[in-house]
């Protein structure tokens, strides 16, 4: 074999190599690609709507167990139970809620939103830049008592315009006793 055959030889089988581990690396996503044409997109995408449980397993205040998982948080006065949407209506960061102060304060320019000492309030913007309250989730009971919460459709009040905090599916009218 001489030299020329030999260069050949070396740089036909790097060439296969090198197909090969592209082809690796490719794989999966090829297959991924193939599963999500196949599959309907309500089990290829996190949905929307979620369950919160039942309303008297929220105590008077504020809840803020699903807001790492679904950001939201669930306030519940004697009135009524409604879900907030936990994304600043400034420029979107994530509030945390202030406890001591009943308040939602956001951490990048520092909104503050209210919720009042009875939890009555609206959750309006107090403080900063954020132009309008907090959006609220649409809410609604479903035939086992639950509370599914539905982040795809939400509630307003944007300054000077109708709020839409009293209309069917912001909130869960709530019976005293
Ligand atoms: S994003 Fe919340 S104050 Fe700017």
């Not at 997109?41 to 008297?56: H, V």
């Not at 420029?91 to 956001?106: A, I, L, Y």
């Not at 939890?119 to 989730?137: H, M, S, T, Y």
Request: aromatic share 8%; net charge positive; proline share 7%.
């Amino acid at each position: 074999m001489n030299r020329r055959k030999m260069i050949c030889l070396v740089a036909g089988g790097l060439a296969v190599v090198t197909a090969g581990i592209g082809s690796l690396v490719a794989l999966p996503s090829v297959v991924l690609f193939l599963l999500r044409r196949r599959l309907p997109e309500s089990i290829t995408e996190p949905s929307s709507a979620f369950r919160i449980g039942s309303p008297l397993d929220f105590a008077v205040g504020v809840d803020t167990r699903f807001l790492q998982s679904h950001r939201v948080c669930v306030v519940r006065n004697t009135n009524r139970l409604y879900v907030l949407f936990a994304r600043c209506t400034h420029q979107g960061c994530t509030p945390d809620w202030v406890v001591q102060e009943n308040k939602f304060r956001c951490p990048c320019h520092g909104s503050r939103f209210c919720l009042g000492s009875a939890f009555d309030g609206d959750g309006i913007n107090c403080e900063g830049p954020a132009p309008r309250p907090l959006d609220r989730v649409d809410v609604e009971i479903n035939s086992e008592g639950q509370v599914v919460a539905n982040t795809a459709k939400l509630y307003q009040w944007p300054k000077r315009e109708r709020s839409q905090f009293d209309d069917p599916g912001a909130y869960i009218p709530l019976t005293q006793g």
